[in-house]
């Protein structure tokens, strides 16, 4: 496992604080309405236990947007949530002028663009922050229960799963969702040593504004 310290939990919690602001930012420009979305903690588990633990809170099927990323730590980036809110996300982005039949053809897409606004968001904001450049897929739907949703094609045995639970908030909509990144440990450790300088150049003073 990769044990971070709580100074490099909470720089990690932070950066992913700033990328979700800038995806609420995003998402609020389409859905015109205010976009609330919070990330109370990050945590570090084996696939395993991220499948266990999102069965244990997630009953129903599971909806996820899924994108490839690239760069000095790579993993695939995950925006997950309940196949019961996925019609309401989709309406909100949709507008509700449109019918039931409209909207579920138009879902997929829909949903696409909602994960791409996010995942986007917070790995291009934490590139930026950790001075990496990162290579981005473009994002594809995933359905299915957590073990197929943490299912990894490239049985990748060491893959670990960074765990962020995220609340949505759109237009008094209640809608719960999760971020998960999956990394190899090699990554994680890459990803490590980005927070780790960071750090240092807060503590010294020196500028890390983001681009």
Not at 86 to 113: C, F, K, T, W, Y
């Amino acid at each position: 496992m990769v044990d971070l310290t709580d100074l490099e939990r909470d720089a990690l919690t932070e950066l992913v604080n700033m990328g979700v602001g800038r995806a609420a930012t995003h998402l609020s420009r389409m859905v015109s309405d205010q976009v609330l979305l919070s990330v109370p903690s990050v945590e570090i588990v084996h696939r395993d236990s991220a499948a266990r633990l999102l069965s244990a809170r997630e009953r129903n099927s599971l909806v996820a947007v899924e994108q490839q990323f690239q760069g000095a730590f790579s993993g695939r980036a995950l925006l997950i949530f309940p196949e019961t809110n996925s019609l309401e996300l989709a309406r909100a982005v949709l507008g509700s002028e449109l019918s039931l039949e409209e909207i579920v053809d138009l879902e997929q897409d829909a949903l696409a663009e909602i994960g791409n606004i996010i995942l986007n968001g917070c790995l291009v904001v934490m590139a930026n922050t950790l001075k990496d450049n990162l290579s981005i897929s473009l994002p594809s739907v995933l359905r299915g229960d957590s073990n197929r949703i943490f299912q990894n094609p490239g049985e990748n045995s060491d893959e670990l799963v960074m765990f962020l639970y995220i609340d949505f908030s759109i237009r008094s909509r209640s809608i719960r969702g999760y971020i998960a990144l999956l990394m190899g440990l090699s990554s994680l450790e890459s990803l490590k040593g980005l927070i780790h300088s960071f750090i240092q150049r807060i503590e010294s003073g020196a500028p890390h504004g983001t681009h």
